[in-house]
């Protein structure tokens, strides 16, 4: 394996190549060796090929940060276990309802936001199946009779319909349909972007409004070209599919680099739950120095080996860690290193010393003679002092 692995530059190299193998092969299985390849699509095909590329290098450099190595690590450990197979099953399929389906996440946030958020997340999701479905010749359509066609999918026959039904025009006009849903949330999020005064002070252009800018142009040229053949008799047809291509192409190639690559990534947030929480919101870690329970020992274990790999282990001198201890105790631990007060304090009426060796007048509470280890002639003749001052008044 090891002389295997030396024919590549790097293993991410070698893991694109197998990717694109394999999707080659699914091309293969699906136009039936490449009987029903369109080849009006090619140039789909090649930047769908690049954009794959693209993802495996960027998921490799996400896969290995220290982060998210420990949660997949932990998520395929915990998956193995046996007497967790149903906590498992449960609250995969539970986050991902919640959180992936309905997205719950972002609704909290807002009602608008939430809107926003679906229609974008659902419209790409829908447009993507699609053109890779048409694109990798996974699937397409024959003619079974003059009224009737037939779904082909890798190979097989699946669904008959018939070709004028309503069923096959929503069939027809899928990404029509789920391209709507993007130009409708692109639009939202473009105008929240535009009039929110809070969201300006933050956001930028390269980051937060490019995306949206070349979702807007892909779905509005692809939009464009479905009312040329439809309304326009074809007009301008060839350029518009040129430029809509162009477009598509673009945004395949920034996909796995920007923003938008949080989409391919979003399921692992259903590790969360299902390895960091031993019951569902209920937390059972408790506290090394107040006892109260504020997490599980599986994330807290997960921490410290992640801090742990990048030398930022925060050990403290008893040998516990700062993740042993609840917010409120960290916070309290701070505030006594700052203050050099990791010991009780001598005595109530002593001043407080703090790092820089300045001395805090201790609450307002009388100071002791002692405290600054003066020596004894030197105490007698104060204390000889205080007490003749004292008679005098």
Not at 34 to 59: E, Q, V, W
Not at 264 to 271: E, H, S
Not at 306 to 329: K, N, R
């Amino acid at each position: 394996m090891n002389t295997f692995e030396r024919t590549f530059y790097s293993k991410t190299s070698k893991y694109s190549f197998f990717v694109i193998l394999i999707l080659l092969f699914t091309v293969w299985i699906g136009t039936e060796k490449f009987l029903h390849f369109d080849m009006a699509l090619m140039g789909y095909l090649i930047s769908s090929l690049i954009f794959a590329i693209g993802l495996t290098i960027r998921m490799c450099a996400w896969l290995i940060r220290p982060a998210t190595k420990q949660v997949v690590k932990r998520s395929i450990k915990n998956l193995k276990t046996k007497k967790r197979t149903k906590r498992n099953i449960t609250s995969i399929l539970k986050t991902a309802f919640d959180n992936i389906f309905l997205q719950k996440f972002i609704f909290k946030r807002g009602i608008y936001r939430g809107i926003t958020h679906f229609m974008i997340a659902w419209g790409c999701i829908g447009s993507f199946a699609i053109t890779f479905g048409l694109t990798f010749g996974w699937m397409h359509f024959e003619l079974v009779d003059p009224e009737t066609y037939v779904i082909v999918v890798m190979g097989l026959n699946t669904i008959q319909m018939a070709a004028h039904g309503i069923f096959a025009e929503m069939v027809y006009n899928g990404l029509n349909i789920t391209a709507t849903m993007v130009l409708i949330g692109v639009s939202m999020a473009l105008a929240r972007r535009i009039v929110n005064q809070d969201v300006k002070v933050t956001q930028r252009a390269e980051f937060d409004l490019f995306p949206l800018v070349l979702l807007l142009s892909v779905t509005v040229s692809g939009l464009v070209l479905t009312v040329s053949y439809a309304l326009l008799e074809g007009w301008m047809h060839h350029y518009l599919t040129l430029f809509h291509q162009v477009t598509v192409v673009v945004l395949l190639i920034y996909f796995p680099f920007g923003k938008l690559f949080h989409l391919p990534i979003r399921p692992l947030a259903t590790a969360v739950p299902m390895n960091y929480q031993e019951h569902v919101k209920v937390d059972t870690r408790p506290c090394n120095s107040c006892g109260e329970t504020y997490s599980s020992d599986d994330q807290i274990s997960d921490v410290q080996s992640i801090l742990a790999v990048q030398s930022f282990d925060l050990q403290l001198e008893d040998g516990t860690f700062l993740s042993d201890y609840c917010p409120a105790c960290r916070r309290r631990i701070r505030v006594m290193k700052q203050l050099n007060m990791e010991n009780p304090i001598q005595s109530e009426t002593k001043p407080v010393l703090t790092m820089n060796g300045i001395h805090l007048s201790g609450f307002g509470k009388t100071r002791t003679d002692d405290y600054y280890d003066l020596p004894d002639h030197v105490q007698d003749e104060l204390k000889k002092y205080k007490d003749k001052r004292g008679a005098e008044k």
